[in-house]
């Protein structure tokens, strides 16, 4: 299997119980999780060689971060100690009409903090085939925007194959901010990752599609793939679209372009959501396992689509599948029969 490496914030999440509202909470349920990181774990379910890049504090609650991360067989190797605090996020799941909400807590965590003789880019990245970072990464602080440059050079150097999941995450940053750090950063990027309105926010590229109104069809993003790819070089230009039916049930499919072919997955109807909170990462690291093994786009993209679909169904940041379970699904295999 491969070297993947990922570069990111792994942070503390409290979720309100069930479905209750921050307000009524008299605990929190605790998980870890994080773009990256969350791609990490997907890749080591996979058996991948998976390496997660951050900085979490020396104290125990940066050690239960790290220890979260070895428990699903990520390799932590070149994680960086100190700092003073690990990020925080609170989830209220929504249902039915009712949205998700999410308060963010984690400025000034370590990695935002985090300086370049943290890591040694050189030797993370010696012997990997794959470079995975997202949005996040540079959003949450310009010390982060330059390790994530200083990261993607070195991938560069070392011969890697570069993605990104463009993440776009408005409690975060602006757009004109996203595009001014964003754009500069595609010159080393392979595969784009993201939805329309990733792609519109972070390097201004609009489809010719009414996403809210369910038109989703193929021939309104072949025009803006092909303009992202000629612009930035992209070797693949991939984009998930979901229908937020309510919180509680979506539409799921996914379409990839590699310059000549434009191929369009399969429809997944989640319903119930048990926990879609990490679904774009389980599909980044679907399509991940999916290009670097599968013989095709297609089979790569079908694989992603129905990892995330899984992931739908999970609670918590991590997809915790097996590629078997994930080929299972992408077969025809949707009935949920108990499996004795």
């Known amino acids: 299997m491969s070297k993947i490496v990922s570069l990111g914030e792994i942070m503390l999440r409290l979720s309100s119980p069930g479905n209750s509202r921050f307000v009524q909470c008299d605990s929190f349920d605790v998980c870890y999780g994080g773009g990256e990181a969350n791609v990490a774990v997907s890749c080591a379910n996979y058996g991948h060689d998976a ?30 100690r100190g700092g003073d605090r690990v990020g925080i996020y609170y989830l209220e799941s929504g249902s039915a009409m009712r949205p998700s909400k999410v308060i963010y807590d984690r400025a000034n965590s370590a990695i935002a903090e985090a300086d370049p ?33 200083l990261a993607c050079e070195a991938a560069k150097r070392h011969g890697v194959t570069v993605s990104v999941d463009l993440n776009f995450r408005k409690k975060l940053w602006t757009s004109a901010k996203a595009q001014s750090i964003m754009r500069p950063l595609m010159q080393y990027v392979d595969v784009c990752i993201g939805n329309e309105e990733d792609a519109e926010l972070c390097l201004g590229f609009k489809p010719d599609a009414d996403v809210n109104a369910g038109e989703t069809g193929a021939e309104g993003y072949k025009g803006i793939f092909q303009a992202m790819m000629k612009e930035f070089g992209f070797k693949y230009v991939i984009s998930t679209l979901r229908e937020s039916i309510s919180a509680s049930h979506n539409g799921w499919k996914a379409m ?14 989640i319903l119930p959501i048990v926990d879609r909170v990490g679904g774009g990462d389980s599909f980044s690291g679907g399509i991940i396992h999916g290009l670097l093994t599968k013989e095709n786009q297609g089979q790569a993209l079908e694989f992603a689509v129905a990892a995330s679909a899984l992931k739908h169904t999970i609670p918590g940041d991590f997809n915790l599948v097996s590629a078997e379970e994930v080929e299972s699904l992408a077969g025809g295999n949707a009935n949920g029969r108990v499996q004795r």
């Open 256 to 269: 990839i372009y590699n310059g000549e072919e434009f191929y369009v997955s399969k429809h997944y109807d």
């Open 51 to 80: 390496y997660f890049v951050t900085k979490l504090p020396k104290h125990e609650i940066g050690q239960s971060a790290v220890n979260s991360l070895r428990r699903y067989g990520v390799k932590t190797d070149f994680i960086s």
């Open 117 to 149: 003789c943290d890591f040694d880019f050189d030797a993370i990245m010696e012997g990997a085939d794959w470079f995975h970072w997202s949005g996040i990464t540079p959003a949450i602080s310009d010390k982060a925007a330059e390790l994530t440059r």
